[in-house]
């Protein structure tokens, strides 16, 4: 009995040092991947000071960014776990606490495009996979909204992980959250289609929106990195729009409830923001989604 045991404390003792070293692997490269710096020297574009163009960039922060960073501009707790850490969506204006006291116009078109902070480490969460696709028009206008906010008085604590967080990050359990690492900073810049009742358009749209990130690549579906989000539906031809007309799809996202009386999850999926676009542009996306092609593989639930 006592060799037994002897033999049992052992295997034991192997056991906790193994998952202390993988532990102690994990958290290293969690904190490799946040500490990592990026040499990105951003395009320069145009950012014009017109009434138009300020108001184009309301229009796109009130149904893209607003939803993290609120709709003043002042940021939002975003997440915040004991056991994880925080991560702020940050106060964009010139206020106590904002970056726009410090932000040049190369760190915006560095932060947004390509998920870069000025220092070269990765900004977290931050969609800049989505946003690499606007073009310089549309990006400037952003830019120039943010510019010309009213200053917020909102500071916010510096983001933290905890170990437990570090070990998640770098098993992949959060899923892409720093893009950094995979967008394709040196690529050719995506072109603009044309604006108007579209599935070109439609797919513009779609791909700033930050789609992909929770319904998939391919907008068949899957179940989103963030912790206790709910699947998110295949949105293709062959999913749950398949029986949906284009005034269908508006009424969900104005008023968060589908045809069939499912309450949509604010909380994951921000229909409030996204119900604020024109329904010319709500049915430019609709008409993209339609375009796509059904498959026998899709990724429902």
């Known amino acids: 009995m006592r060799k037994i045991l002897k033999w049992l404390g052992i295997i034991l003792g192997s056991l906790i040092g193994l998952v202390l070293i993988l532990a102690a692997v994990l958290i290293t490269i969690g904190t490799s991947q946040l500490n990592k710096t990026y040499d990105i020297e951003p395009e320069t574009i145009a950012i014009p000071t017109d009434s138009d163009t300020i108001a184009r960039g309301q229009y796109i922060y009130s149904t893209t960014c607003a939803s993290c960073h609120g709709d003043n501009l002042a940021g939002t707790s975003f997440f915040d776990d004991p056991a994880l850490g925080n991560i702020p969506a940050p106060n964009l204006t010139a206020g106590n606490g904002g970056i726009g006291n410090t932000y040049t116009d190369a760190d915006y078109v560095r932060a947004i495009r390509h998920g870069v902070r000025p220092d070269g480490t990765p900004l977290m969460i931050m969609p800049s996979n ?4 606007f073009s310089d028009e549309d990006l400037g206008a952003i830019i120039a909204y943010i510019k010309n906010a009213t200053p917020q008085n909102q500071p916010w604590p510096a983001k933290r992980l905890s170990p437990m967080g570090r070990i998640l990050l770098a098993a992949g359990a959060f899923g892409d959250v720093l893009h950094a690492e995979t967008i394709d900073h040196t690529g050719p810049r995506p072109t603009a289609p044309a604006q108007g009742v579209t599935a070109v358009y439609g797919e513009y749209l779609v791909n700033t929106g930050d789609c992909r990130n929770c319904h998939g690549p391919d907008l068949t579906g899957q179940q989103p990195g963030e912790p206790g989000a709910p699947f998110a539906p295949n949105l293709t031809s062959s999913g749950h729009l398949a029986d949906w007309s284009a005034e269908d799809f508006i009424a969900a996202m104005r008023t968060g409830q589908t ?13 409030e923001h996204i119900g604020r676009m024109t329904d010319d542009d709500l049915t430019a996306m609709f008409l993209y989604l339609q375009s796509l092609p059904t498959t026998t593989t899709e990724s429902t639930k």
């Open 259 to 271: 045809p069939d009386g499912h309450e949509i999850d604010g909380d994951f999926m921000p229909w």
């Open 130 to 133: 989505a946003f690499y696709y």
